[in-house]
């Protein structure tokens, strides 16, 4: 029968018998009802369980789980996580986490087959961590106001697909440090008086404490995002903050009176001491100031990066570009094999970071420039293109600037390269790309488009960056056919 006409068998408040075969991408079990498709969240692959339908669309339903009649593959857990059910943060703790691997391997080779088309890429089992557990190095916290207290604050997260805060003073998936940290300063913010952001009112002031810890180093940087310019007794409360432990080394307030759930304003200004804090990624120090994208899991951040570096094959010849590349960090790995490397990056204060963190490092064979990728390389490659390649086009720093790069590293965000971009690799013909990406819809779609414009797509490589979560990272090598 058609899709389209296929009658629907199932209604809102049914209670359904279902066995779950799969997983969608955000964690839930699937299965079908007389050929209908029922998403289950929290059911597993091999259980067959009883659930109640929530809500019916025209080709899927949604049912709660209620009861598991009966599993024959075993990979249920029970969660660490006591609210691991209500909150939106985990959506696998009551999974294995061997199995949790396998499903995300699993994800990447649905979506390579399914969008990009691709069959007969490699994908290699997921790198999963030795300790999956607090393992964030960043905590992004919105505080609310206590219900039962007129006075009080809460600090915890979202439940899932809504606004409403959970209170909660540890996370399993959080550095200890980070969980201790945010209570206290909600603690302190509350003894000031300090009223918290209500979104439907847009009226109260503290939004979110977003705290960041080094893991290698043990430095804190602490923001404090406010729907207003200040704080009261704000000299007091700084001081305050900075006093519950030495390892706190910055304490920024971030200005955000917008309507949006984006967390951070465009102002941010430093209260107490630097406006970076630094970590090792292996032996490279990074700066890292509060705007400025620092990967959120150090030990797996370790794994992707020796991946990416090794599908780069460099000798030392070669010119490379590090498109999207943040405080520099895949940048600075690169330039210790390559020749020359390129980082680009729209965050002004990320290249500030990446250019200081060059600096530190005594790494000179980079040059970094605060641009969309898609615009940026495209204007490059017209001036190599078009410049006469016996005349070297030196930099300030003598290195020189006239050939076009071997090998080019993207790291896009969630929604993957422009097409632009893409367009320009596939001109440039770099014989390698090694496409690191945190979403695999896009990663496969971007594949597909690399993949007609003469690439192979050899192997990707997933690396679980967020252990508990429906997230996946991967890294992926494409090699130019014509080579
Ligand atoms: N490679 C870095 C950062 C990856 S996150 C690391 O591993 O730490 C993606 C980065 O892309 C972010 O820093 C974001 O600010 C940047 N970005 C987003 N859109 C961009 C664009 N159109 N052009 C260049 N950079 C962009």
Known sequence: MNKRNQVIPVAKNQIIEITIHALGHEGQGIGKYNDFTVFVPEALPGETVEAKIIFVKKTFAVAKLMDIISTSEGNRVTPACTIAKRCGGCQLQHMDYQAQLAFKRQIVIDNLQRIGKLTDVTVHPTIGMDNPWNYRNKAQVPIGAAIDNEAGLVSGFYAIRSHEIIPMDACNIQHSYNDELVVEVRKLAEKH????????????????????????????????????????????????????????????????????NVIFGDETRVLYGEDKIFDYIGDIRFGISARSFYQVNPVQTEVLYAKALEYAELTGEETVIDAYCGIGTITLFLAKKAKMVYGVEIVPEAIEDARYNAEINGVDNVEFAVAKAEEWI?????????????????????????????????????????????????????ERVVYVSCNPSTLARDLQILVQGGYEAKEVQPVDMFPHTSHVECCSLLVRKDN
């Open 193 to 260: 008086g300090i009223t918290a952001y209500d979104e439907s009112t847009h009226k109260g002031l503290l939004r979110h404490v977003v705290i960041r810890t080094a893991f290698k180093t043990d430095e804190v940087m602490i923001v404090l995002v406010i729907n207003g310019k200040s704080l009261p007794n704000q000299g007091q409360l700084v001081q305050e903050i900075a006093s519950l432990s030495q390892n706190i080394k910055s304490i920024c307030l971030n200005v955000n009176k917008e309507k949006t």
């Open 378 to 430: 495209p204007q490059l490659y017209k001036k190599l293109g078009n410049s006469d390649s016996n005349d070297t086009d030196k930099d300030e720093r003598g290195h020189e600037c006239n050939s076009l790069p071997e090998v080019i590293v993207v790291d896009p965000p969630r929604k993957g390269c422009e097409q632009e971009l893409l367009d320009t690799i596939i001109a440039m013909k770099p």
